[in-house]
């Protein structure tokens, strides 16, 4: 993601009061990673595995802190565990933002599967998304993912598709 547009992302995120990116990174979206990290009005946790930044975002909420966790769409397979309790037990939102790989035109065989699944997956955990393809979308779908999270105690998501994302390896 091009850093003009990661700063649509940014600037969403901060009027909905996201002080936390919790991120696990991937091409699709450097250039949120590289805005959060930069950016002194956030704090920036990379992580391992998006289960475990899935309950780094959820830790954040229970201690009063809005937080996202950043992703490339493949890794919703790992976070489906950690979701499930944390949303479906608990009440505990947690506020996806995802590049999607596997989208018409994935330059990559291995990319394929992933757009495959994610969205039989979001709806199995009955989590609401919103597709972001053009730039004037972008702050209000993040700012309303995460405002939506906050009001219904569960999760949302916000997946970025092309041209905002293009693997250019």
Not at 15 to 43: E, I, S, W
Not at 126 to 136: K, L, M, S
Request: aromatic fraction near 8%; hydrophobic fraction near 45%; charge should be negative.
């Amino acid at each position: 993601m091009e850093p003009r547009i990661a700063a649509l992302v940014i600037e969403g995120l901060k009027r909905a009061h996201v002080r936390l990116v919790v991120a696990l990174p991937d091409t699709l979206l450097t250039g949120v990673y590289k805005a959060a990290d930069a950016d002194p009005d956030l704090r920036y946790i990379h992580v391992t595995n998006e289960g475990e930044g899935a309950s780094i975002a959820a830790g954040a909420w229970c201690v009063g802190h809005r937080a996202v966790l950043v992703m490339e769409n493949s890794g919703l397979r790992s976070a489906c565990e950690p979701l499930a309790r944390l949303g479906f037990s608990s009440g505990i939102p947690v506020t996806m933002l995802m590049g999607y790989r596997g989208d018409l035109g994935e330059p990559f065989e291995w990319g394929v599967d992933h757009g495959i699944y994610m969205e039989p997956l979001l709806h199995a955990m009955r989590i609401p998304y919103r597709f972001v393809d053009r730039e004037e979308d972008i702050i209000p779908a993040v700012t309303n993912a995460v405002i939506h999270g906050v009001s219904s105690l569960y999760h949302t998501a916000v997946v970025f598709r092309q041209p905002l994302v293009r693997d250019v390896r």
